[in-house]
């Protein structure tokens, strides 16, 4: 059942599609998880322990990027919850990383700059690291 959708705004250039189906052909989140026509459906399990469905979809573009993320779930889910969905979204999928100024740099490099045409707007992004600060600071916050 889905439960709630919310839209992302990235900060640009953000392609969508390059950053959770990289062009090497690593997953986003899991290796079970599907990529189809600009939409990947994935799995997460929460700091509750609550197992989510996951869909994000490009809603936007390069320069004006937006992720559609709809969340799916057989249990209700508490606000505290649902922010930390899109907190876990927003840092795994590199919503809020600038790397404009890294442009700015490559784009007079002798080597690299040819890499900017092919992969404008991929971000390098860890899902698992999310989700590794996700437990960190769960974690902080019992031992205080």
Request: with cysteine; net charge neutral; hydrophobic share 35%.
């Amino acid at each position: 059942m889905k439960v709630f959708t919310h839209r992302l705004d990235a900060i640009p250039p953000y392609s969508f599609e390059l950053t959770v189906h990289n062009p090497a052909g690593w997953y986003w989140h899991n290796p079970l998880e599907v990529y189809s026509e600009g939409k990947v459906w994935t799995a997460l399990h929460l700091s509750s322990t609550k197992l989510i469905g996951l869909k994000l979809e490009s809603k936007g573009s390069l320069k004006k990027p937006k992720v559609l993320m709809s969340v799916f779930s057989r249990q209700r889910l508490t606000d505290d919850e649902e922010q930390e969905i899109i907190e876990l979204v927003v840092f795994g999928a590199g919503l809020n990383e600038d790397v404009s100024k890294f442009y700015g740099v490559v784009k007079d490099d002798p080597v690299l700059r040819y890499t900017i045409h092919d992969l404008y707007g991929l971000y390098t992004t860890c899902m698992a690291c999310a989700e590794a600060q996700r437990s960190t600071r769960t974690y902080s916050t019992q031992l205080y």
